[in-house]
């Protein structure tokens, strides 16, 4: 089992930034994959960024291209979302996620954790 604990969401102005954490279970984190997802009140789950274990590939959401930033240290156990000239459409709960297999997809991941409301004004 693999307990997953996120920080960092609050209130920001747009064109403001955050840095999210999401810190995972001692000796559980450098094992798997991690994801970003958010939600919006009213829509479906959503991918926003991920990065393989050994942090070789990374991949983006169209909409956050160029404006997030996922990174990882395996020594805390711990991945990061920078979020950078963030919009109102970026209001969301974020969620951190593991899994064996990872990707863009809910699917590929096995453990979430409790999610960090984001909320952009304008």
């Known amino acids: 089992q693999v307990q997953l604990v996120e920080s960092g969401g609050g209130l920001v102005q747009a064109g403001g930034s955050l840095r999210l954490s999401c810190t995972a279970s001692?000796?559980?984190?450098?094992?798997?994959?991690m994801g970003w997802f958010r939600q919006a009140p009213g829509k479906d789950r959503e991918f926003v960024a991920r990065?393989?274990?050994?942090?070789?590939?990374?991949d983006y959401a169209d909409s956050v291209k160029g404006r997030f930033i996922i990174s990882r240290d395996n020594g805390k156990n711990t991945v990061y979302l920078q979020m950078n000239s963030l919009k109102p459409q970026d209001t969301a709960v974020y969620y951190c996620?593991?899994?064996?297999?990872?990707?863009?997809?809910?699917?590929?991941?096995?453990?979430w954790g409790q999610g960090t409301q984001v909320t952009v004004s304008s």
């Open positions: 001692a000796r559980a984190g450098s094992a798997y994959h």
């Open positions: 996620s593991a899994g064996l297999r990872g990707g863009s997809t809910t699917t590929g991941y096995n453990y």
């Open positions: 990065i393989t274990y050994s942090g070789s590939t990374i």
